[in-house]
């Protein structure tokens, strides 16, 4: 695959989990990565991405909660999440925002009460 997910599991709420993509895709140091998820019943959302120069944009449910990140070297990009909440709960995937391409497995987290 061309996206490896990894780290979620099950937490409890105020909980932090971090999570890695590891990518096997063309010129990854030149393309924006974001860390998409989906929880049961609803649609894929972007929550967060960071540009080939590190500038992270998030989503606002997710604002000054997590922090993605990522390094060229290891063409890996990591969604370090803290504070979490019950709503966060749903399978994480990492995809390139502008040049998306075939999905992962992802990860699932599980927040709980």
């Known amino acids: 695959g061309q996206f490896v997910e990894s780290g979620g599991g099950l937490v409890q709420a105020g909980g932090s989990l971090r999570l890695s993509c590891r990518a096997s895709?063309?010129?990854?140091?030149?393309?924006?990565m974001g860390w998409y998820r989906q929880a049961p019943g609803k649609e894929r959302e972007l929550v967060a991405r960071?540009?080939?120069?590190?500038?992270?944009t998030y989503a606002d449910s997710v604002k000054g909660r997590f922090t993605i990140s990522r390094d060229n070297a290891m063409d890996t990009v990591y969604l370090q999440m803290n504070a979490l909440k019950i709503e966060d709960t749903a399978v994480y995937y990492c995809?390139?925002?502008?040049?998306?391409?075939?999905w992962g497995q992802g990860t699932r987290v599980t927040v709980s009460s």
């Open positions: 995809n390139a925002p502008f040049a998306v391409v075939s």
């Open positions: 895709i063309n010129y990854f140091n030149t393309k924006t």
């Open positions: 960071i540009s080939k120069s590190s500038a992270p």
